[in-house]
């Protein structure tokens, strides 16, 4: 999973912001808006410091349905 989160950082290290995750997005072919984008970083994003960071990103991974 920590390499996946390496991935999704893309040039950004400290963790995955707004443009990181509209660039995962759009790679996938989802049509999700900037504003949900946000939504979806602030829901996790413990911190609040806009991005998720590595232990937010492993604590998502881990949420079961």
Avoid: H, P, W
Avoid at 11 to 21: S, T
Avoid at 47 to 56: T, V
């Amino acid at each position: 999973m920590k390499y996946a989160f390496k991935l999704m950082c893309g040039d950004y290290q400290q963790g995955i912001g707004v443009k990181e995750l509209k660039r995962i997005v759009d790679l996938t072919g989802l049509e999700i808006n900037s504003n949900d984008i946000e939504s979806m970083i602030n829901e996790f994003d413990t911190d609040q410091d806009n991005i998720i960071n590595e232990e937010e990103f492993l604590k998502i991974m881990l949420i079961e349905d």
